[in-house]
């Protein structure tokens, strides 16, 4: 279909056509493009949050050492 040529040696089909065949692959790689992104949202948020919880941590080790010392 994509190649066929007509009886003067041009492609039968147009750039428009060839578009429209195409719109399910393209559906389908932009369904993959939002879990991609959906992925890298979440590993933010989780680098976010286990940074966050690592500070949490150190302040709490440092109040327990000025406790102890105390």
């Not at 040696?9 to 959906?38: C, E, K, N």
């Not at 989780?46 to 109040?63: K, M, S």
Request: net charge positive.
């Amino acid at each position: 279909m994509w190649r066929a040529l007509n009886d003067l040696v041009d492609l039968q089909s147009s750039f428009v056509a060839s578009i429209a065949a195409m719109h399910p692959f393209y559906a389908m790689r932009a369904i993959g493009g939002m879990f991609f992104l959906t992925g890298m949202l979440l590993m933010a948020y989780n680098v976010f949050v286990t940074i966050r919880q690592g500070v949490r941590d150190a302040e709490l080790a440092q109040a327990r050492t000025a406790v102890a010392a105390a």
